[in-house]
């Protein structure tokens, strides 16, 4: 079975900085990897994903990740964030009929 | 709005009671889920449906019990509860069943259990 691992549970950046937020996956034959925001009080939005192709995935406000596959990563990045962007990242490898979370990762955007 | 809509928003609930979690969606997708999201743990998967058929129950206690009238409505009943089950419990749907499929999440019914 997949498992995901997200390094960091928090993350504090100041506004307008770039941002990182790792995910790692333990390997398997096919890969489907996704990133999902939750913002507060709110159920998981789509962010990207990345089901084959091209190893860097553009998604939405901005986001973008790269699947590395010798590295087993799928890594999230942002060059300059906002404070809108503060809110929760989940990290998802899919499997069989399931989708397999990370723990999460808080990004916090300072003024 | 996801298309993806979860009643009651919050629910507090004794021990001792019994309550249902509405979910439904307007997407047209054939596959619905129940996912658990607790403090400071990753969120787990509880039950999949797929054409009003449970297809995954992932080790659930009996005092969740899930029903799928129809492939765009989704319950779960509630009874006996004990206070660790006190959670975000998120609805989400999806067009079909697979690996790669993307799913659409509901807001969340937040559940305290006193």
């Known amino acids: 079975a997949q498992s995901v691992t997200q390094l960091d549970s928090q993350v504090p950046v100041f506004e307008e900085a770039p941002v990182e937020l790792r995910c790692n996956y333990s390997s398997s034959v096919s890969v489907y990897l996704f990133w999902y925001v939750q913002y507060p009080n709110q159920g998981l939005q789509l962010l990207l994903k990345?089901?084959?192709?091209?190893?860097l995935v553009k998604g939405i406000n901005g986001f973008e990740a790269e699947f590395n596959k010798s590295q087993t990563s799928f890594h999230l990045r942002k060059p300059s964030v906002h404070i809108s962007d503060t809110a929760e990242y989940f990290c998802?490898?899919?499997?069989?009929?399931?989708?397999?979370f990370g723990g999460g990762t808080r990004l916090m955007v300072k003024p | 709005e996801t298309g993806v809509t979860q009643t009651p928003r919050h629910l507090v609930m004794g021990m001792t009671n019994k309550k249902s979690l509405k979910c439904e969606q307007h997407l047209g997708h054939n596959a619905m889920y129940w996912y658990k999201q607790s403090a400071k743990k990753p969120l787990e998967l509880m039950f999949v449906?797929?054409?009003?058929?449970?297809?995954e129950n992932n080790s659930v206690p009996s005092r969740f019990s899930p029903e799928c009238p129809n492939s765009s409505h989704l319950f779960l009943h509630l009874h006996t509860l004990q206070p660790e089950d006190s959670a975000l419990y998120l609805c989400a749907s999806s067009q079909d069943l697979g690996p790669f499929t993307e799913a659409f999440f509901g807001q969340g019914t937040r559940l305290t259990v006193v």
């Open positions: 990345y089901l084959s192709g091209s190893t």
């Open positions: 449906y797929n054409f009003k058929e449970q297809t």
């Open positions: 998802a490898a899919g499997e069989g009929n399931m989708l397999t």
